[in-house]
């Protein structure tokens, strides 16, 4: 069963601009610490969207794997183990939508935290009258801005399986959302990117999946997208790197923007 995901919003800094010295560091890293070859292999294996791209992508995609595993901390917690190709697996799946973006987009923020199942925190909130409430959801997956993600390993392993879902994905994307400051479903667009055109398709198909479901209708993609904005953007980036000719379909001027944001799925 597919469980809740929460975030949480705090300050956020800068990145600071890439170097001859940050490109010199990063093959110095790739070289010293390469993903060996049939720890990639298992870790393709799990993740469709990599297999699907074209050779010289999936050459970039490892390389940004191999950096991603330096330079983030991953933490399993409550026992669970990672074996070398597990970790490359959790890699491979947060790099996607950074293949073109870049690994800066990611700067701000260090560890990713894992459990053996879902999660379920602790939670006291005060609402405008001043009444606290306690809350405890069933969460598979979490993001916080400048903080850790937080993720259900085997949330991560049903990658694809319901059709479209990836968790991982999914709160990366809250991350790449949060650089402007809040998860609202726009993100610094890329340069040469419409604001009005993003906002154009994102209203539309949001109008549209709301009458869809008002009217009891299925929908192209998970329902959880109506939570909010942020949630939407988040849900919508999934299904574009696990389902690309679905979205391309079935809404097209979203799959277009996030085409023009992540590049080709």
């Not at 988040?234 to 389902?243: D, H, I, R, T, Y």
Request: glycine share 6%; net charge negative.
């Amino acid at each position: 069963m597919r469980g809740k995901r929460r975030l949480r919003e705090a300050s956020l800094i800068g990145v600071a601009p890439f170097s001859f010295f940050g490109r010199w560091r990063e093959r110095r890293i790739q070289a010293r610490y390469p993903i060996a070859d049939e720890v990639w292999q298992e870790a393709l294996a799990g993740c469709a969207p990599a297999r699907r791209l074209e050779e010289a992508r999936r050459a970039r995609l490892r390389k940004l794997a191999t950096l991603f595993l330096q330079r983030k901390s991953i933490q399993p917690v409550r026992g669970l183990e990672l074996a070398a190709a597990d970790r490359a697996l959790l890699a491979a799946h947060a790099c996607l939508p950074v293949l073109n973006l870049g690994l800066a987009w990611y700067a701000d923020w260090s560890s990713i935290v894992v459990y053996p199942d879902v999660f379920v925190p602790h939670r006291e909130e005060m609402d405008e009258a001043g009444v606290v409430h306690h809350a405890r959801d069933v969460l598979s997956g979490e993001a916080w801005l400048q903080g850790p993600v937080v993720l259900s390993w085997p949330d991560v392993l049903e990658a694809g399986t319901p059709p479209g879902h990836n968790v991982v994905i999914h709160e990366m994307a809250h991350k790449l959302d949060m650089r402007n400051g809040d998860a609202n479903g726009y993100p610094p667009l890329a340069r040469g990117m419409s604001t009005p055109a993003w906002t154009e398709a994102f209203t539309a198909a949001w109008d549209r999946l709301h009458e869809r479901h008002e009217s009891g209708l299925a929908l192209p993609i998970d329902e959880y997208a109506l939570e909010d904005p942020g949630e939407f953007f988040a849900v919508a980036s999934e299904v574009f790197f696990e389902q690309p000719a679905l979205l391309q379909t079935q809404l097209p001027a979203l799959f277009e923007q996030l085409g023009l944001f992540y590049g080709a799925p």
